[in-house]
T-cell receptor, first 114, second 115 residues
Framework: DADVTQTPRNRITKTGKRIMLECSQTKGHDRMYWYRQDPGLGLRLIYYSFDVKDINKGEISDGYSVSRQAQAKFSLSLESAIPNQTALYFCATSDNNYPFYEQYFGPGTRLTVT | AQTVTQSQPEMSVQEAETVTLSCTYD???????LFWYKQPPSRQMILVIRQEAYKQQNATENRFSVNFQKAAKSFSLKISDSQLGDAAMYFC????????????FGAGTILRVKS
């Protein structure tokens, strides 16, 4: 089984709908991240969490919220989806110990907002 | 501010030949790591190679090697003996340690391998 899983893998939704993307990991890592990938822009950090009680905004957090339900689970929500949130979303994890800089990515969620 | 620039949106290479992908970065941090990630059509992010900034020796992983020029803030990836399976999007990423090991990515370079 994959160490970092994301559900759903693909999703089409309408403008104004609330949607949640879920991420689970079995690596036992404390640190978790949500990134968004857009053509020509690479991946950009939306939110990150260093433990269950620690949530931080990233570069592009507007329009998004997150919940860290447990060490292993980190969800990303779009409260009212808009078309420019159409993108590929990645969850990632990393350890606190050396080499803590190495991040492990989930398979990605392709989100389309119509 | 932390930035990563990949100036080549797309590159092509003939199978079995060598190609170099460029990356420049900017950071005020003294301690950081640099990475190259590969993203094939499956869209999975795969770590190709990493370089610790305090190490002068260039990292090598089989057919993949880097040319790390710290003073110039340059971190290029060389792929030798290119294979069809190397065709993918390649991302350069910076991880300044004081930045909480958050990754800063470049825009990516699409590598096409011709048979």
């Amino acid at each position: 089984d994959a160490d970092v899983t994301q559900t759903p893998r693909n999703r089409i939704t309408k403008t104004g709908k609330r949607i949640m993307l879920e991420c689970s990991q079995t690596k036992g890592h404390d640190r978790m991240y949500w990134y968004r990938q857009d053509p020509g822009l690479g991946l950009r950090l939306i939110y990150y969490s260093f433990d269950v009680k620690d949530i931080n905004k990233g570069e592009i957090s507007d329009g998004y919220s997150v919940s860290r339900q447990a060490q292993a689970k980190f969800s990303l929500s779009l409260e009212s989806a808009i078309p420019n949130q159409t993108a590929l979303y990645f969850c990632a994890t990393s350890d606190n110990n050396y080499p803590f800089y190495e991040q492990y990515f989930g398979p990605g969620t392709r989100l389309t907002v119509t | 501010a932390q930035t990563v620039t990949q100036s080549q949106p797309e590159m092509s290479v003939q199978e079995a030949e060598t190609v170099t992908l460029s990356c420049t970065y900017d950071t005020s941090e003294s301690d950081y790591y640099l990475f190259w990630y590969k993203q094939p059509p499956s869209r999975q992010m795969i770590l190709v190679i990493r370089q610790e900034a305090y190490k002068q020796q260039n990292a090598t992983e089989n057919r993949f090697s880097v040319n790390f020029q710290k003073a110039a803030k340059s971190f290029s990836l060389k792929i030798s003996d290119s294979q069809l399976g190397d065709a993918a999007m390649y991302f350069c990423a910076l991880c300044p340690l004081e930045y909480g090991n958050k990754l800063v990515f470049g825009a990516g370079t699409i590598l096409r391998v011709k048979s």
